[in-house]
């Protein structure tokens, strides 16, 4: 319990921080934005990498792509975020849609629509975190996330094939 | 486990991010610190008061001061950084100083005293947390600390007289 609520509240603390330094500097709004979810993502990305090693390290390895990102909705989603993923939707094709119905870093906001336009930067250090871990074990991704009604979110996974 | 981990690897990140965007800008080397360790101190005073109310919401009230000390020594410890501290002194005169042998958030950190000077910048944020939650229950703080070999560290708390 506390540990959990250590990590949201410096969650909150951070993303806070981010967006402050931007208001500071000049330059566009859309911009700023674009910058703020940039640098949250990248924080996310490096931590990604750092637990998925820890976690995988005993594991074997992996048969292939849709058997990665099963591990990543069971497993890493219950590691880090405390509850599986609901649902897992792909195309077979490279494109995976996670959905979370109770996402644990939108639950301290109101539910409902009230605050959907601030939803998108309490997502950027999550998607960064599946791309990071995505990432060391060997799946260059671009991971979005999408919120219509509080607190659940829809991550969209899209593999880039070399 | 996978909790912990997931706040420090934050924290580790969000003390680069934060040493790495002052960095960037203009000016003397020792202001850059100051403001980078004013920077973390002010969000774990923030996290410290938000968990301070959590925790004490069905306590009992404090009798006097090293009463609060003691709490914050054991309970409000244990909470935020999974031990108690080892010892605790005081003057009688409201200065007090905990000294904990195996401060979390350095046990990341080689032990001894080779990377002693980077060892302030990850104990800002904590410093915060202890004022925070002092703050909250009434006791106006400077909380500083200090390490001489890790990961031991002796946090020196203020108390400020009205």
Known sequence: MADEVLFEFL????????????????????????ICISILEGMGFRVGQGLIERLTKDS?????????????????????????????????????????????????LSSGKQYLDEAPKYLAYSCGVVRGALSN????????????????????VVIQKL
Not at 15 to 20: A, G
Not at 80 to 108: E, W
Not at 150 to 156: D, E, G, H, R, V
């Open 60 to 108: 074997p390895s992996f048969k292939d792509e849709l058997d990665i990102m099963k591990f990543i909705c069971k497993d890493f989603w219950t590691y880090v975020f405390r509850r599986q993923v609901d649902n897992l939707r792909t195309n077979h094709q490279g494109t995976y849609v996670l959905q979370d119905n109770k996402f644990t870093l939108l639950t301290q």
């Open 11 to 34: 969650h909150m603390e951070m993303v806070s921080h981010v967006y402050k330094e931007q208001q500071s500097n000049k330059g566009e709004m859309d911009n700023k934005v674009a």
């Open 137 to 156: 074990l060997g799946l260059d991704s671009v991971v979005t996330a999408e919120v219509s009604l509080m607190p659940s979110c829809k991550f969209q």
